[in-house]
């Protein structure tokens, strides 16, 4: 416990990541169709609600979110937890570039994802190069 | 000072993550998307979709019964406040709402059944079934 990065600048950006995805993973999981028509944004548009998997997506922001807020408090387990939420932001990011090219997804979702899906997987990938960086000169200074 | 920057570096790029998760499918796009989703009249449950002022109604018979998804003009689900349906022979079959959709049941055959439901803003939605 005697982790130096403890309260610094990593868990601010931990805590609110995991604040995010904890939300909005609880809001699906406990009420798919209310989080389906009242999320400020355009779900219905990419198709009917289906309840069972708004809770199976729901499952996995609430295991990122709880992922990112135990490494608030357990600074050596940042990096598996960025890297867990990094794998399935640049998948999700993936997909929304398949779906798009081949036109499942209405021309005017490039400007949509742009920050949101593809910005966020690119902070995400920065973000753990920098603390695998990070990681590595504390351990070679150990 | 440097410390400082370095916060408000991380609440800034924390806050942008925050925020992520809520706009991966469009924040603020509802209103563009609005005029696709005028235009979008295709079922999405393999029934038959009606327009009735500026909504989307679609009615699915099965099982008996007819499920009946309303959406407004963007294709976001709306409960009506109150559902009629009478028969051709002068017959009410009963509405229940279950979850995000309207479930009518009836006996019999719900071929030429009048709807009238009553939309946001006391908006009546009079229509029968194709």
Redesign the interface.
């Known amino acids: 416990m005697a982790d130096s990065n403890r309260g610094g ?2 868990a ?6 995991a ?3 904890l939300a ?1 993973g609880l809001w699906m999981l406990a009420s798919p ?1 209310h989080w ?2 009242n ?11 289906n ?1 069972h998997f708004i809770r199976d997506i729901g499952c996995i ?1 609430t295991l990122v979110g709880v992922a990112l807020a135990v490494a608030v408090f357990r600074p050596r387990f940042r990096l598996t937890a960025l890297l867990f939420a990094t794998g399935f ?1 640049v998948a ?1 990011a993936l997909v929304h570039v398949y779906d798009s090219l081949r036109g499942l997804l ?1 021309p ?2 490039w400007r ?2 742009l ?3 593809y ?2 997987a690119i ?2 990938v920065v ?1 753990s190069v920098l603390l695998a960086r990070s990681e590595n000169d504390r351990r070679r200074g150990a | 000072m440097k410390s400082t920057l370095r916060y408000l570096s991380a609440t800034v790029v924390g806050a942008f993550l925050f925020v992520a998760p809520f706009a991966w499918y469009g924040a603020g796009a509802v209103h563009a998307h609005g005029a696709a989703g005028h235009m979008d009249h295709g079922p999405r449950h393999g029934g038959h979709l009606l327009m009735v002022r500026g909504h989307h109604v679609e009615l699915v018979e099965q099982r008996g019964q007819v499920e009946l998804y309303l959406s407004d003009g963007s294709r976001r689900p709306v409960r009506p406040r109150s559902c009629a349906v009478t028969l051709p022979g002068g017959e009410r079959a009963s509405c229940r709402w279950e979850s995000y959709r309207l479930v009518v049941s009836h006996s019999g055959a719900f071929a030429h059944a009048h709807y009238e439901l009553e939309a946001k803003g006391a908006e009546v939605l009079r229509f029968k079934f194709p």
Do not use: C, K, M, S
Request: charged share 5%.
């Open positions: 600048a990593w601010v950006i931990f805590a609110l990541f604040v995010g995805n909005n169709v389906y028509i999320l400020p944004a355009n779900v219905p548009g990419t198709g009917p609600i309840e922001f932001y999700h209405p005017e979702q949509f994802d920050l949101p899906v910005g966020a902070v995400l973000l």
